[in-house]
């Protein structure tokens, strides 16, 4: 106990432990010090939470209008004016969120699902397999991305809207499927299917370095089965990294939705899509420009608060960073 | 280092011909045929259409023609415009694509940069703190939210822009904005960031001890430092402001090869959807191939894994 001088010395005599900080809890506490990142956190607490009470936070339909109303500027009982239908644009906008969120979460976790099975495979099988994978993604990668996400929509557009009519097997029941969620379906799947190369580099990374760690090997040598070893021990470790890294891809999704829908390859009309509104408030942009005003706002802020948190977060898990 | 890119160059080869075989497969799999009309062709035309395109052919044997002369250049005729070829429709449109793209890049560059690098210097200041978070509005609007900002102001009040399309200077400086936001802030939070770290390092403490002036330290020492990763995303950040004027050619009504693009898909026309994939999957692989070069140039331990 000679050497032991200092504070903490002190504290351990007296019988009051420190309270161990953990390094999440620690990454909370820079998180919760960071203004920009706790304002965009709250936004977005906001907008989730109009986007699942949507049918009760919205004072009209977001699909039927009143066409006596079309444009109608903005006044007491239509804060933010009507459309070209005479629908409520506050409405549309609230429902709107539902779109985009759900374009930004649904896609990142699609994509997700893509990316981290095939890093984990090509990772932990290695030598040849890890070889050809990762060649399949270098190859994906001189795709270009909004050009493939075109071609994919009307791919999955024209082929299954076609014979879903006729209504019969997969491509029917996909059909159908697309269609109850307003085209939102095909939506996930192509955002799914053009961004996952990121991801699938980088849990193959880990999954490598992870694989190569002492208690992988004690795992080994003690007998685990490798399917276990792959979810016991691989996946965990691999995962959280991971998440905060998809996480950071969100505000991107969101915007693929936003241009599928402006050209009007995203959400199938009356779905109420930011980008949608975009567009159609843009052809009566010269007159009514508060049609374009809001939605472009609320696509705004949505981003905003995404990059201000998931920049937040980020710094906080990694302190080395200088911001 | 020669070895290393000649096996980069090489690799570009499988890159372009699975990336073309995809999106051929995917396009003839779109139902639908370039001559799908509102009142049906007589099918003795159709055909006789089809004939003449080689659409009839099976597909594999359309493919390998394709092939064919996209190896000796030549995209052949376009469908939709039917006295046109392929070549001549990009040698018209891909000059003002590129053009688009080119101001662009230069505005992110020429902007982002000296944004990032005076941020750096005032770092914590009002200057610093103002620029970041105009960067981080700049990352987050959206340009098919921008794009309609911009022209209803400049165009519609201010009247100093025209409103859309295409033809003197003038009207290219709202759709190169629209275009360059997002990278000229992206380059501006970077250049700063990297700023930051270079600043700490030791010969910088060595050349401010030797009694430099902060702006021989800053801009000669620590500038010409930070700048390599901003190199480094520089390739990337312009094959992705060539492909993203396809979103700016449709909010401002520009005749370029993104505008083309989307219709000729509408319009079915092969040709042209071939020719355009091909040619930014191109600028992607070539931008691709300058960034492992340059790192290979700046790390050796790269050259050799």
Redesign the interface.
């Given at each position: 106990m000679a050497f032991r001088t200092g504070k903490t010395g002190s504290d351990n005599e007296t019988g009051k432990a420190l309270r161990s900080r953990s390094l999440t809890r620690d990454a909370m506490r820079r998180l919760m010090k960071n203004r920009?990142a706790v304002a965009g956190g709250i936004i977005l607490l906001l907008l989730i939470f109009a986007a699942v009470f949507a049918n009760f936070v919205a004072p009209y339909s977001s699909t039927e209008g009143d066409i006596l109303n079309n444009y109608a500027a903005p006044t007491a009982d239509h804060p933010f004016g009507c459309d070209f239908m005479g629908r409520d644009v506050l409405s549309r906008l609230i429902y709107g969120a539902r779109i985009s969120l759900a374009a930004g979460f649904v896609g990142a976790i699609t994509a997700f699902v893509i990316g981290v099975t095939f890093g984990l495979v090509s990772g932990f099988f290695g030598g040849k397999t890890d070889n050809f994978m990762m060649r399949i993604v270098?190859?994906m990668?001189?795709?270009?991305?909004?050009?493939?996400i075109?071609?994919?929509m009307?791919?999955f557009k024209?082929?299954f809207s076609?014979s879903g009519v006729a209504g019969g097997g997969l491509r029917g029941a996909l059909s159908d499927l697309d269609r109850s969620m307003g085209g939102m379906f095909f939506i996930f799947l192509g955002i799914g299917l053009t961004s996952w190369l990121g991801m699938a580099r980088l849990v193959r990374g880990m999954t490598l370095s992870v694989r190569n760690t002492e208690y992988v090997e004690s795992a080994r040598a003690i007998g685990t089965s490798r399917i276990r070893i792959l979810f016991r021990h691989i996946l965990p470790n691999v995962l959280g990294p991971a998440i905060v890294a998809q996480a950071l891809q969100i505000?991107g999704f969101i915007?693929y939705e936003?241009?599928l829908s402006?050209?009007g390859l995203g959400v199938n009309p009356p779905t109420p899509s930011w980008?949608m509104m975009?567009?159609q408030?843009?052809l009566a942009?010269?007159s009514h420009?508060h049609l374009?005003?809001w939605?472009?706002?609320a696509?705004?802020i949505t981003?905003?608060a995404?990059?201000?948190l998931g920049?937040g977060v980020r710094d906080a898990f990694d302190p080395r960073?200088?911001? | 280092m020669f070895s290393f890119i000649v096996r980069r160059i090489l690799w570009t080869i499988p890159v372009i011909l699975i990336v073309s075989s995809i999106t051929f497969l995917l396009m003839h799999s779109v139902p639908g045929s370039p001559f799908t009309r509102e009142r049906a062709l007589p099918p003795a035309i159709q055909k006789n259409l089809e004939a003449k395109y080689h659409l009839n052919d099976p597909l594999w044997k359309q493919y390998i023609d394709y092939m064919y002369g996209f190896v000796r250049l030549d995209f052949g005729p376009s469908i939709a415009y039917r006295s046109r070829t392929v070549n001549d429709i990009l040698a018209q449109q891909w000059p003002v694509t590129a053009t688009l793209g080119g101001v662009a890049f230069l505005f992110a560059v020429c902007i982002g940069i000296p944004l990032g690098v005076l941020s750096a210097v005032k770092q914590n200041t009002l200057i610093d703190n103002g620029s970041m978070v105009a960067a981080m509005l700049g990352v987050s609007i959206p340009a098919i939210a921008l794009g309609p900002f911009l022209i209803w102001i400049f165009a519609l009040k201010l009247k100093w822009f025209p409103v859309a399309t295409w033809g003197s200077p003038a009207h290219v400086v709202l759709p190169a904005l629209t275009l360059s936001t997002a990278y000229l802030s992206r380059f501006a939070r970077i250049t700063r960031a990297s700023m930051l770290q270079v600043v700490r390092e030791e010969y910088i403490l060595a050349a401010r001890a030797k009694g430099l002036r902060e702006i021989v330290v800053n801009l000669r020492h620590a500038f010409r430092n930070a700048l390599i990763p901003v190199t480094t995303i520089a390739g990337p950040a312009f094959a992705d402001i060539v492909t993203g004027s396809l979103v700016v050619e449709q909010i401002f009504a520009i005749p370029g090869i993104g505008k083309y693009y989307v219709q000729s898909i509408g319009n079915r026309d092969y040709p042209v959807i071939m020719a355009t994939t091909l040619l930014f999957a191109l600028i992607i692989v070539v931008m691709n191939l300058l960034v492992d070069i340059s790192y290979a140039m700046l790390d050796p331990r790269i050259r050799y894994s």
């Open positions: 920009g270098d190859i990668y001189g795709f270009p991305t909004l050009l493939l075109i071609l994919l009307v791919f024209s082929s076609v505000p915007q936003a241009f402006f050209i980008g975009l567009s408030g843009y942009m010269r420009f374009v005003l939605p472009a706002v696509i705004s981003l905003f995404f990059n201000f920049d960073q200088t911001r | -």
